[in-house]
């Protein structure tokens, strides 16, 4: 069974380009969740997909927008990107069902450089 | 708003030694409560979680306590190995997988031989 798989793995773009990375959640998940970490610092959180519709958001600009496909995979984009974007991006995957107690488990992350 | 306080690393410990992690949340109400581990190069692993007060969440010799009273989550191991070297993540959420993680800053760990 895989688990959470991202791509790419890296990515190295400059300032004001635009970058589209994408996530297939776990078998049995349906829900989405995007977090950015800078070096050195804990996980944010940017916004989580659930049904194809963005459920929650953290406190990121309208430049971070996302997607959740038919098949529950996710794409985050990221327009005019800035230096502050660098980071990893992670994406974790769970089940919205209430019978499912289960947390969010988390791919390897994708690590974007902006020059 | 939701909060985790971590103590700042990095940690660096001899083979078998006690290992203490201190976390400290602040949140309203009563959250779910986790450990999540990072190896190098790697994504987020969840080490340990802990549902409602006094619950005691263990895993691979890990374990770490919810104590309401004191609003903490601090993670111990009584002998930690060279593989444990890694950045441990302490973290808060409501409703398990359904709602945003609330991460602390992280922890570095070394142990050395």
């Known amino acids: 069974d895989a688990g959470v798989t991202q791509s790419p793995t890296h990515l190295i773009k400059t300032r004001g380009q635009q970058v589209t990375l994408r996530c297939s959640p776990k078998?049995?998940?349906?829900?989405v969740s995007w977090y950015q970490q800078a070096l050195g610092q804990g996980p944010q959180f940017i916004f989580q997909y659930y049904e194809e519709e963005e459920r929650q958001r953290g406190n990121f600009p309208d430049r971070f927008s996302g997607h959740q496909f038919p098949n529950y995979s996710s794409e985050l984009n990221v327009n005019a990107l800035l230096l502050g974007d660098s980071a990893l991006y992670l994406c974790a995957s769970s089940p919205m069902s209430q019978a499912k107690q289960e947390t969010q488990y988390f791919g390897p992350g994708t690590r974007l450089l902006v020059l | 708003g939701n909060s985790v306080t971590q103590m700042e690393g990095p940690v660096t410990l001899s083979e078998e030694a006690f290992l203490t992690i201190n976390c400290t949340y602040t949140a309203t109400g009563y959250p779910s409560l986790f450990w999540y581990v990072q190896y190098p190069g790697e994504g987020l692993q969840l080490l340990l979680k802990a549902t409602k007060a006094d619950d005691k969440g263990s895993n691979k010799g890990f374990e770490a306590t919810y104590r309401k009273e004191t609003t903490s989550f601090h993670l111990e191991k009584g002998s930690v190995q060279v593989s444990d070297s890694a950045v441990y993540f302490c973290?808060?959420?409501?409703?398990?997988?359904?709602?945003?993680?609330?991460f602390g800053s992280g922890t570095r760990l070394q142990v050395q031989p």
């Open positions: 078998s049995g998940h349906d829900t």
């Open positions: 973290a808060l959420t409501w409703d398990m997988g359904r709602r945003a993680l609330t």
